[in-house]
């Protein structure tokens, strides 16, 4: 394989607001062959201003920041670019802030205890239009769909989930373990493009944005057993 033949490295950037967090996780990560750290900002502010500069391939941010905090730039970066994925990478694992950041649209979610290579792998799958969420996370969005599904999860907002067919409530239980389209297709034995049609039916007939939504939708439901 030529330099010309060789794949693109994935281009990232990197937002927190503490200098020596952000300084030392682009240089890791620039040290990774298929990674490229094309700009950092210490505030959601400036991540959207680099993420229109700099149009990168993936996002990587903290949540809680001053002045616009992660979930807020992930929610406006998914109005100018709905197919920008978004990883948060974060100290907090709480409900509030797990369920804030995918309503925002965070294509993932990690917590800071994560090593060099779970990062890397994360915005791997994120460029590839895959989920990614910590075990620690997905414990909690398991407890918290157990909790508020009650005696019985099926009896959970029935109005909505009966707004689906039985393969868009696949295709949305497939997207909330993380697969990718083609994925699914290939598990459902169906096109890409016959996934693609579904999964735009399921954001529409449940007011959904985007991937982050559909997760925290399948996991408050208890549609995702694990």
Known sequence: MTAADSPQPIRVVIADDQATIRDALAAMLDLVADLSIVGTAADGAALVDLVAEHQPD???T???MPGMDGAEATRI????SPDLPVVVLTTFDDDESIFRALD???RGYLTKDANRHEIAA???AAAAGQSVLDRTVQQRLLAGAVRSAGPSAATTSPSELDALTA????VLVHMADGSSNREIAKALFVSESTVKTHI???????ALRDRGQAIA???RHGLVSG
């Not at 970066?77 to 100018?80: A, D, M, P, R, T």
């Not at 735009?200 to 449940?206: D, I």
């Open 62 to 64: 903290d949540l809680r």
């Open 122 to 124: 994360a915005i791997r």
């Open 217 to 219: 939708f399948a996991h």
């Open 200 to 206: 735009n039916n399921v954001f529409a007939k449940l």
């Open 77 to 80: 970066i998914g109005e100018s």
């Open 167 to 170: 393969r868009e409530r696949e």
């Open 58 to 60: 993936v996002v990587l």
């Open 104 to 106: 925002a649209g965070a």
